[in-house]
């Protein structure tokens, strides 16, 4: 079956590695085909390499506070260049200090972001959320891909 492609990366000038390595390990062990950026990546290089991979979604990772500003503008930007049924995750520490998650995540949802996530949320749980928004958006034309490559031998009577 085709692994749907994910793109990684920590957005802006924020350098914290050590989070991004771990989604790395957990969504392609969850049988994704993820494409990692990592740290300090533009708007630009994660739509470029969505355009490049044909990716199903981008997962994008603020760390150092500044997250509300490095990501202004993504969804426009997907639209603008053509990624229109992305889908955008956004978690870590987005916003500086301490404020209610719930003011956090309406913040993001009004960027364009799909699903708005704390640093503490259980991963695996997050993948699953991610088969079903695929499902949902690329329902038909995931199943198109599953069934266009099919692997399974075929029994050749005569030749064989
Ligand atoms: C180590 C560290 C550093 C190291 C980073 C080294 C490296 N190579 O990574 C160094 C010393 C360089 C550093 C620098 C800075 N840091 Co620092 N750092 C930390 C620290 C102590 C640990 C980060 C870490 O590795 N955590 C472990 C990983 C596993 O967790 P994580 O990064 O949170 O990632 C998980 C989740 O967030 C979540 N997640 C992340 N992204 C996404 C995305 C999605 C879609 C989903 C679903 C989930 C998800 O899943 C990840 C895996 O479990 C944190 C404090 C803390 N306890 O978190 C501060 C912290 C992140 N740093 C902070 C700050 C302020 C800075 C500096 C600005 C300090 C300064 N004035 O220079 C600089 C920024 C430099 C830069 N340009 O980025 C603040 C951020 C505050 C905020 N957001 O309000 C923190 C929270 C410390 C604090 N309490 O003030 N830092």
């Known amino acids: 079956m085709k692994k749907d492609t994910i793109i990684l990366g920590v957005i802006g000038s924020d350098c914290h590695s050590v989070g991004n390595k771990i989604l790395e390990l957990v969504f392609s062990s969850e049988g994704f085909h993820v494409v990692n ?65 719930s003011v956090v995540e309406e913040k993001f949802k009004k960027m364009g972001f799909d699903r708005v996530f704390p640093p503490d949320v259980d991963l695996k749980k997050v993948a699953e959320l991610l088969r079903q928004d695929i499902k949902e958006k690329f329902g038909q034309e995931a199943a198109a891909e599953e069934k266009q490559p099919d692997a399974s031998p075929k029994k050749h009577s005569a030749a064989n």
């Open 37 to 101: 950026l990592g740290v300090m990546v533009s708007q630009q290089e994660f739509v470029n390499a969505a355009i490049e991979t044909n990716a199903k979604a981008i997962l994008v990772s603020s760390l150092y506070g500044h997250g509300e500003i490095d990501c202004q503008g993504f969804r426009d930007l997907c639209i603008e260049k053509g990624l229109d049924q992305i889908i955008l995750y956004v978690g870590g520490n987005l916003v500086v200090g301490k404020k209610p998650f």
